[in-house]
């Protein structure tokens, strides 16, 4: 599975915030898995893509799109199949909208207007990709736009949100405070609980410890920093909940078996590499996103 990942506005997706909405284009045949934290939209431009999570299973065509809600373990595999994959920062989007939503959004098993509007939206912020930076106000009103368009027209309805289970309240609690100075004892007494039972219940629920998960995360969102900005060291440790550069280095370097600048330095130049080979790729879908906004019968504004 060939994949190129859009590194807008200077980050690996359109920023808005931190990064509420990233997106990367994927063309080939090899089945890749995923479990993103956010919300997963997928519409297949070309060939057939299949959708595996669990005893599901779909198959998208030409134009069809679907909605996958945060942390389902998923796979994706298809025919000579072009598909872009949006996923939007369940962080950054309960800083929009406060509630928890479900969402319900798959063309393969209904079909309405709605579903015409929401690929233009997303046809419209692949489309502004290529654009120059002028561009750039106009591109956060469409993703503020779309988000507003998934939650009127594709939550669940008529059914009451269970309440979260405790485990993912916690794991929400730990991905929203990452940056800041977070320990295990301010964590387990804001869950009103001894800091060796919480220590016990979160390796119980996860298979690793409350600093292993922090750790991970802040390395996640550290990486992309590293690969998508120019910032010095210090500054990508400390946006990260890192205390200093030093502690960074030293975390970074056990973890990945490189230094911070030793990594940044090889996978850039990795991934410059691979965005100027597959730049057809990209050239395709757009053109392809093109000619279906040209089409007779488009939707010509999103309401």
Same mark, same amino acid.
């Given at each position: 599975? #060939? ?38 939209? @997928? ?22 799109? @679907? ?6 373990? %998923? ?6 199949? @072009? ?45 502004? %990709?290529?654009?120059?930076? %002028? ?23 008529? #059914? ?29 007494? /804001?869950?009103? #609980? ?32 590293? @690969? %998508? ?5 210090? /500054? ?24 911070? /600048? ?42």
């Amino acid at each position: 599975m #060939m994949l190129l990942i859009l590194a807008a506005k200077g980050r690996g997706g359109i920023l808005v915030g931190r990064e509420l909405l990233k997106f990367e284009i994927l063309h080939g045949s090899d089945p890749i898995k995923r479990c993103d934290r956010g919300i997963t939209l @997928l519409p297949c431009l070309d060939g057939g893509l299949t959708f595996k999570a669990g005893d599901e299973l779909t198959t998208l065509g030409p134009d069809d799109i @679907l909605l996958i809600n945060p942390k389902t373990a %998923y796979s994706l595999g298809g025919t000579d199949c @072009l598909f872009v994959r949006y996923v939007i920062d369940i962080r950054e989007f309960r800083k929009v909208f406060l509630r928890r939503y479900r969402f319900q959004c798959d063309s393969t098993k209904e079909s309405n207007d709605n579903y015409g509007i929401l690929r233009r939206y997303l046809a419209n912020l692949l489309l502004h %990709y290529e654009g120059g930076e %002028y561009e750039q106000a106009e591109t956060q009103k469409l993703i503020y736009e779309l988000l507003i368009f998934l939650v009127r027209n594709f939550t669940l309805s008529g #059914m009451v949100p269970e309440p979260p289970e405790k485990i993912d309240t916690v794991i929400d609690c730990i991905d929203d405070n990452f940056q800041d100075a977070l320990s295990l004892e301010i964590i387990s007494a /804001h869950f009103y #609980m001894a800091s060796p039972s919480f220590s016990r219940f979160l390796k119980k629920q996860m298979g690793i410890t409350f600093y292993q998960y922090l750790s991970k995360i802040r390395l996640e969102y550290a990486v992309e920093d590293l @690969l %998508y900005t120019n910032k010095n060291l210090l /500054h990508v440790a400390l946006d990260n909940g890192f205390p200093n550069a030093e502690s960074f280095s030293r975390y970074f370097s056990e973890s990945f078996r490189l230094s911070p /600048h030793k990594y940044r330095v090889q996978y850039k130049a990795a991934h410059k590499a691979r965005l100027e080979q597959q730049q057809a790729t990209l050239s395709a879908a757009i053109a392809h996103l093109s000619q279906k906004q040209e089409q007779p019968g488009s939707p010509r504004q999103a309401v």
